[in-house]
């Protein structure tokens, strides 16, 4: 407390896009329309899954905890967004940047080991189906679902609290769109060689291990879906698996580039962009690939909307 008794700096400025105004105007339109798209999209997900009891299983459970996720990630960033982008710079208080970068931590870090459990729910489902009421037994379930959530918490506490007790002596100036660490990093005027060892090993345990699981779950299921005998089935599977195998490497690739080195050489507008791949386009894009292109989630949708129609014609 000693070390942060030092600090000087009792607010931070986002500097955005601000050495490109005239980006800023058309960056505005477009992340509006992405924040309403994707507030929309997991929100759906969210209540069609609630509401139909047919699809309380693990499968369509997880989802309904990653859209959770996905929406809490997009509510701690894109509200803030339009602020930065409307103006040069924006004002946000040293709590308010703790704050942030608290949320960030947190769903990321719960994204992080939720898509590895749906992997592996996926995995024990295509190459295990008479054993896969054992292996993913509710009991299994809430354990992994609780594990991702008090996972991300932990990683959040620790982290943002140990970047928050080193001093800031100024400038105050962060050349980003939102309170993420390595940004905030550059900021502090001590050594942080310790905590960018942390940072390191870290990222590898919270996100390169993950990916490397669901990579083998994903290459374990490709070979099962290569066996399947229907070519019209094997097409729409290899078409799934793809979609899931994309959205997957783009949010695990650009957070390991953002997070293995904190204060590593790429520029400011080069970490902006892979922190907008993960923070903006994976929770964009996930109801999509995981849900909505689903033919039992269709159904579910369907149903609702019809029992939505009788009940306002009665």
Wanted: net charge positive; glycine share 4%.
């Amino acid at each position: 407390m000693k070390r942060q008794n030092q600090s000087c700096v009792v607010e931070f400025i986002l500097l955005g896009f601000s050495n490109f105004p005239e980006l800023q105007v058309q960056l505005f339109g477009v992340f509006l329309v992405i924040y309403v798209v994707t507030l929309m999209g997991n929100a759906i997900i969210i209540v069609v899954i609630s509401l139909n009891q047919s699809l309380h299983i693990p499968m369509y459970l997880f989802l309904l905890n990653l859209s959770v996720v996905e929406v809490s990630f997009s509510a701690v960033i894109m509200p803030e967004m339009p602020v930065v982008l409307s103006t040069e710079k924006t004002v946000i208080s040293f709590v308010g940047c703790f704050a942030q970068m608290y949320f960030i931590l947190l769903f990321g870090g719960t994204e992080c080991f939720l898509l590895g459990a749906m992997a592996y729910d996926r995995f024990a489902a295509i190459c295990h189906p008479l054993n896969y009421p054992v292996i993913m037994n509710r009991g299994v379930f809430m354990k992994l679902v609780i594990f991702s959530w008090i996972s991300g918490i932990m990683v959040a506490t620790v982290q943002t609290t140990w970047v928050f007790i080193f001093p800031f002596c100024g400038p105050n100036e962060i050349s980003h769109l939102f309170c993420e660490t390595p940004p905030v990093l550059e900021l502090v005027c001590a050594d942080t060689f310790l905590f960018e060892i942390y940072a390191f090993t870290g990222t590898i345990l919270i996100v390169m291990v993950p990916f490397l699981l669901i990579l083998f779950s994903y290459v374990q299921v490709l070979f099962a879906i290569l066996k399947m005998p229907s070519t019209t089935w094997r097409q729409k599977a290899f078409s799934t698996y793809v979609s899931h195998l994309t959205s997957v490497t783009l949010f695990y690739g650009t957070a390991s580039m953002t997070y293995l080195q904190p204060k590593s050489g790429y520029s400011p507008e080069t970490k902006k962009l892979m922190s907008l791949a993960y923070t903006l386009l994976t929770p964009l894009l996930n109801p999509f690939i995981y849900s909505l292109r689903n033919s039992e989630m269709k159904r579910a949708l369907i149903k609702l909307w019809q029992r939505k129609v009788i009940l306002h014609t009665v």
